[in-house]
């Protein structure tokens, strides 16, 4: 499948597609719906950042580096 496909059921899955475990609504939708009630003052946004990927290694041995380097 290329990758054009997967963002593309990934869209429908979330978006699109109802979920019996989720009420019958979209994830999307129950994630809207926690970020604009009375959840959104606490709830922590887990939101996938790629700006900062490398701030964190995961590497053992570029997380020595960091660590030396941070000393």
């Not at 939708?29 to 003052?41: C, G, H, N, P, Q």
């Not at 900062?52 to 030396?68: D, I, M, V």
Request: hydrophobic share 40%.
């Amino acid at each position: 499948m290329s990758a054009a496909g997967i963002g593309a059921w990934i869209a429908f899955y979330n978006g699109r597609r109802p979920h019996g475990a989720l009420g019958k609504r979209t994830p999307m939708a129950v994630w809207r719906e926690a970020v604009t009630s009375e959840l959104a003052t606490t709830a922590v946004d887990m939101t996938l950042r790629m700006d900062n990927s490398g701030a964190l290694p995961t590497c053992p041995r570029l997380q020595q580096e960091h660590q030396k380097r941070a000393a």
